[in-house]
């Protein structure tokens, strides 16, 4: 079975903070996927990535980076964290681009 | 972006049917999905339909897909406590291009 780690469950940091999401998958997918999903309104796209160091911005990509270093490890990056993402994050991976696997989430609250 | 939708909330009685729906607006798409969330968990990919098939089913669910109308549904037959989630549908039209709905709660009543 496909695995999706993500590295805290729970984070809860302060305005201004830099903030680390960690991702790891053990199935040797190209593909991997930052999402954020909030009540009404489902999962919406951070940024993705198709291959070491290639990313790609997805629908809401404005006061996150993301890095992709190795392949099996995907980071989301808050440069300076803002009340209004505090959201649950959920990453995925992929070989294909479209059946997506998905960690347990990181539940993020920043005061 | 492409626009799937679902309704919020559905409630049924344990050992009922329940149907989740889904729209979708674009006709290009190859692959649609159902996915599953239990409470405080990620995604978990329960079935999907090749854009090609009309039904597929699988033990105690049943996807049907209709192109024409692009309406997607979820059947669960004889729908237990352990159903209570978050559905999610989502469309895919090709690689990296997948969009979710925004879920829909099934709450099963004993």
């Known amino acids: 079975d496909v695995k999706v780690t993500q590295s805290s469950r729970y984070l809860v940091k302060r305005t201004g903070e830099k903030v680390f999401l960690e991702c790891v998958q053990d199935m040797d997918h190209e593909n991997m996927f930052w999402y954020r999903q909030d009540p009404g309104l489902g999962l919406r796209l951070i940024y993705f990535s198709y291959d070491v160091k290639m990313k790609e911005k997805g629908d809401i990509p404005e006061g996150y980076s993301v890095s992709r270093e190795k392949k099996e490890r995907f980071s989301l990056i808050l440069e300076s964290a803002s009340t209004n993402q505090t959201s649950m994050y959920l990453c995925a991976s992929s070989d294909n681009g479209e059946k997506l696997f998905f960690g347990s989430g990181t539940q993020l609250s920043v005061l | 972006g492409e626009d799937v939708e679902q309704s919020l909330f559905l409630s049924v009685r344990e050992g009922d049917s329940s149907v989740i729906n889904c729209t979708y607006t674009d006709s290009s798409s190859t692959y649609l999905y159902w996915y599953k969330q239990e409470p405080g968990a990620g995604l978990q990919l329960l079935t999907y339909i090749f854009s090609n098939m009309d039904m597929k089913q699988d033990q105690r669910l049943t996807v049907l897909l209709n192109k024409k109308d692009k309406h997607l549904s979820l059947r669960i037959a004889d729908t237990q406590t352990g159903d209570s989630a978050i559905y999610f549908c989502?469309?895919?039209?090709?690689?990296?291009?997948?969009?979710f709905g925004t879920g829909t709660r099934l709450t099963v009543i004993p």
């Open positions: 989502a469309e895919s039209t090709g690689a990296n291009n997948l969009f």
